[in-house]
């Protein structure tokens, strides 16, 4: 299973309508960074306002997603056969960013402007900026797909 360019979009478009204002992370939202497309991606990471995951939820499932994964308060994962998505549910804290559960207790935090606009499939989206996306993917081992990832942040993050 692989999800394009323009799935993700899709699912974007889904998601924003019902109020869930999401946002790519993961390889998705690195390629949405650079602005192309790098590697194959078998999901869509998306970050999505907590408040909005029942609408979210059932919207994906009235598109025949089923859940596949469910980690809930921090991510569930959701496959239609052909598209999987990554759901993670985000809050807004009082300094104008957001946070997550983390699946130890505690919190993922999501400082105020680390939302930033990229380009995928033609489209501006919202995501995850660079320095947050490599902060991401810190606290476990990469995978090739990682370390991938991580070599396109790092270039990012050098060129600043």
């Known amino acids: 299973m692989a999800v394009s360019d323009i799935e993700a979009v899709e699912v974007l478009d ?11 992370a993961g390889g998705w939202g690195v ?11 078998r999901d869509v990471d998306v970050m999505v306002r907590a408040d909005r995951l029942g609408d979210v ?3 994906l499932q009235d598109e025949g997603f089923r859940v596949t994964t469910d980690w ?3 991510r569930v994962e959701l496959d239609d056969g052909v598209r999987v998505v990554d759901v993670h549910p985000v809050h807004e804290d009082d300094a104008g960013g957001h946070w997550q559960a983390a699946p130890d207790g505690g919190r993922y935090h999501y400082p ?8 995928l499939g033609g489209r501006t989206v919202r995501c995850a900026s660079p320095l947050l996306q490599r902060e ?10 990682d370390r991938h990832d991580l070599a396109l942040l790092d270039e990012m993050l050098a060129a600043d």
């Not at 390629?31 to 991606?41: F, G, K, N, P, Y």
């Not at 105020?112 to 380009?119: K, P």
Request: negative net charge; hydrophobic residues 45%; without cysteine.
């Open 136 to 145: 991401a993917h810190l606290g476990y081992p990469p995978r090739p797909v």
């Open 31 to 41: 390629d949405a960074l650079i602005e192309r497309q790098t590697r194959i991606h």
């Open 112 to 119: 105020a402007g680390s939302i930033v606009g990229g380009l």
């Open 57 to 59: 939820l059932d919207i």
């Open 72 to 74: 809930l308060p921090v």
């Open 14 to 24: 889904l998601l924003e309508s019902v109020g869930a204002e999401p946002w790519l």
